[in-house]
Nanobody
Framework: QVQLVESGGGLVQAGGSLRLSCAASGRTFSSYAMGWFRQVPGKERAFLAAISGGGGFTNYADSVKGRFLISRDNAKNTVYLQMNSLKPEDTAVYYC????????????????WGQGTQVTVSS
């Protein structure tokens, strides 16, 4: 069982930056691939980025490639999402997720989810 807690969301102006953190419980964090997703009301959860257990592989959605950076610190059981050049359309609830095995872009492939953190980008 893995418990995930996101933090770092908030209100930021367009063009600004935020760094989200996701702290995981458990002693086998490095065996889990991690992903970041976001969701706005009335829409499905959308993939943003994923990272392998060891951190050597990353994958990004086209909508955030070049603006967002996923990373992890296995010694701290934490995964990060650095978000730069934020746009109003980035406003959403952001979730981290964990799965055993390889990094994946499909939400249904993930076994564990955090409670989400709100990111609001003002124009």
């Amino acid at each position: 069982q893995v418990q995930l807690v996101e933090s770092g969301g908030g209100l930021v102006q367009a063009g600004g930056s935020l760094r989200l953190s996701c702290a995981a419980s458990g002693r086998t964090f490095s065996s889990y691939a991690m992903g970041w997703f976001r969701q706005v009301p009335g829409k499905e959860r959308a993939f943003l980025a994923a990272i392998s257990g060891g951190g050597g592989f990353t994958n990004y959605a086209d909508s955030v490639k070049g603006r967002f950076l996923i990373s992890r610190d296995n010694a701290k059981n934490t995964v990060y999402l650095q978000m730069n050049s934020l746009k109003p359309e980035d406003t959403a609830v952001y979730y981290c997720a964990a799965r055993s095995g390889t990094a994946h872009a499909f939400a249904r492939a993930y076994d564990y989810w955090g409670q989400g953190t709100q990111v609001t980008v003002s124009s």
